[in-house]
């Protein structure tokens, strides 16, 4: 199974008629959850000195990293060490209920505990001057010294924000909705870049699962492509693919918010990361040249502003399905879910 490649410069470019695109954008989303993308604007140097500097970060000391941990703002600025973030498939029945009805070659690695990887949470863009989830929107941490962080984190972190832009326009032409119907309601949204860091020294097993079976709670999520694989997602028809990101390309898949937009005509895509036979070979790679081993992901959580609702859009609302998505303020939202995976809230409880 191919995931659909878009051009996002033919968007970006065009003067004309661009709905063929579009479709193309929408109809992946509903029916894959997923689709890779093309953006002029970015380049694999760009990667390649981002991932530089979190591998870097992630390979300080444990102590060092814990000064940049925000519990009391529910890890949604700083660092979350591993072993706190608990996968939503340990902890929701309704879901492991589902898991049973999928084919063995399908099924996702269920893990003993919380995820063994690091995360660090980077706001990206302008915070709103007033909210009534002052969490969500803190100021961003920045660790001693590394004088290149916040360039690296904000070039990086808008590159990504540019292109899920993009894609969110031309779904929502896709999907018969007006050009801005998710880009108006993303303003001023909490996104986070939130790269994750494995250690592959301790946890380079096969099998090893860093993050379990789960999906995100955000609108889109969008991925620069990691240096040692592992990614597995999962199709709207139960299929477990695993994903190659090529050179050069994006990867982004749809989160719990766009699937409320739309009442659950795009569903919120699953994932884990696990180490794979090609993850053991990649470790291999690098140890001959001498690189760090630390599995990074340039991950973005793009996200509905949190002071906007959350409702069914345009013919959505509709939808046989609307009554499942009943209104909500994002952040609202946002914090139910933060509480399941054990972000907010006293850590130890789930």
Request: charged residues 25%; contains cysteine; aromatic residues 10%.
């Amino acid at each position: 199974m191919e995931l659909t490649v878009v051009d996002l410069s033919l968007y970006l470019g065009s003067k004309g008629e661009v709905k063929e695109l579009c479709g193309e954008v929408s109809r992946s989303l509903r029916e894959t959850g997923a689709l890779l993308v093309k953006d002029p604007r970015y380049t694999a140097e760009d990667n390649d000195r981002f991932l530089n500097m979190m591998e870097r970060y992630f390979d300080r000391p444990p102590e060092f990293k814990r000064l940049q941990e925000r519990p009391q703002l529910h890890y949604q600025v700083g660092v979350t060490p591993e072993g706190v973030e608990v996968p939503r498939s340990l902890v929701d029945e309704e879901m492991q209920e589902k898991l049973k009805e999928l084919p063995k070659e399908f099924q996702p690695s269920i893990p003993k505990g919380a995820d063994r990887k690091w995360r660090y949470m980077w706001r990206v863009g302008p915070r709103p001057s007033e909210t009534r989830f002052q969490e969500l929107n803190a100021e961003p941490v920045v660790p001693e010294g590394f004088p290149e962080w916040k360039d690296t984190m904000d070039s990086w972190g808008y590159k990504m924000i540019s292109a899920i832009e993009a894609v969110a326009e031309m779904a929502a032409i896709g999907f018969g909705l007006p050009k801005d119907a998710f880009t108006s309601l993303m303003k001023q949204g909490p996104h986070l870049l939130a790269p994750t860091g494995s250690d592959l020294r301790r946890y380079g097993q096969e099998g090893t699962v860093f993050a379990g079976y789960h999906y995100d709670l955000n609108f889109l999520t969008i991925h620069g492509r990691s240096r040692f694989p592992g990614l597995n997602i999962w199709l709207r028809n139960g299929q477990k693919v695993e994903v190659k990101v090529p050179v050069g390309c994006l990867l982004i898949h749809a989160g719990k918010q766009i699937e409320w937009l739309t009442a659950g005509d795009c569903i919120a895509g699953m994932h884990e990361v696990v180490v794979t036979n090609r993850t053991v070979d990649a470790i291999k790679l690098a140890k001959e040249q001498h690189r760090l081993l630390w599995r990074v992901s340039s991950t973005l959580f793009a996200h509905i502003a949190s002071d906007a609702v959350l409702k069914p859009l345009g013919r959505f609302a509709e939808s046989s399905l609307a009554s499942k998505y009943p209104a909500i303020y994002a952040g609202e939202f946002v914090e139910q879910e933060l509480a399941v995976i054990n972000l907010k809230g006293n850590r130890g409880e789930l």
